[in-house]
């Protein structure tokens, strides 16, 4: 069984330019949720979906970031205009669909997004 | 003050040595993870408690909901297990999302 898929491993960008990542999550998983790990500091959550639904974006920066979970397909996380200050490790984690609040999250290997 | 709050920030053993890395939250929570994240950066889910204890391998998890406070043990440690260990909670408030303490960075000397 595949586990959390993330595409690409590493990604750099100029400043101005956008960033796409991808996430295919453990394949009957439907809860997907996005980690953003900057350089020297912990893991702080951004987003969480289901499937076409955006659950909790409490941590999502307001401006320049989103995020979805298409009924097809890999959920994205899209930085516009990206700034040096996005460079930074993001993880994508699933978990299943009918299991109770307590789940574990299986973690993908991350994207390392370098901003020049 | 950080919700999530794990001792040592570092910590530096020989090969064979217990190991304890312990970890305090400040919220009521539905569960508690213990993750480990390699040198090359990967992320492997190690534990999630509720209440008691779990064992799997070398590695040992507790936790006390009354204290607010668990632990991650590894008996007989490798230089294998040099890793940076994560405690993370989910809070009971309804939310799915998990709120991550600094890390604990284990270095095992051969």
């Known amino acids: 069984n595949a586990g959390v898929m993330q595409n690409p491993r590493h990604l750099v960008r100029r400043r101005g330019q956008e960033a796409r990542l991808r996430c295919s999550p453990v394949?009957?998983?439907?809860?997907v949720y996005w980690y953003r790990q900057l350089p020297e500091e912990g893991l702080k959550f951004m987003v969480y979906?289901?499937?076409?639904?955006?659950?909790?974006e409490s941590g999502m920066p307001k401006e320049r970031f989103s995020a979805e979970f298409p009924k097809e397909g890999p959920s994205i996380l899209r930085i516009q205009q990206v700034v040096r200050g996005d460079s930074a490790a993001y993880f994508c984690?699933?978990?299943?669909?009918?299991?109770?609040?307590?789940?574990?999250?299986?973690f993908g290997p991350g994207t390392r997004l370098t901003v020049l | 003050k950080n919700e999530v709050e794990q001792s040592p920030q570092n910590l530096t053993a020989q090969e064979g040595e217990f190991i304890t890395i312990n970890c305090s939250y400040s919220?009521?929570?539905?569960?508690l993870h213990w993750l480990q994240q390699h040198p090359g950066g990967g992320i492997v889910s190690l534990f999630m408690?509720?209440?008691g204890k779990k064992k799997h391998g070398r590695l040992i998890a507790t936790i006390n909901i009354q204290e607010k406070h668990s632990s991650l043990h590894i008996t007989a440690s490798h230089p294998r297990d040099s890793a940076v260990y994560i405690c993370?909670?989910?809070?009971?408030?309804?939310?799915?999302?998990?709120?991550f303490g600094t890390g604990t960075r284990l270095t095992i000397i051969p």
């Open positions: 984690a699933s978990s299943p669909l009918a299991g109770p609040r307590t789940d574990t999250q299986y």
């Open positions: 394949k009957g998983h439907s809860h």
């Open positions: 979906l289901q499937k076409e639904n955006i659950i909790d």
């Open positions: 919220v009521g929570i539905s569960a």
């Open positions: 408690l509720s209440s």
């Open positions: 993370a909670v989910r809070s009971n408030f309804g939310n799915e999302k998990l709120t």
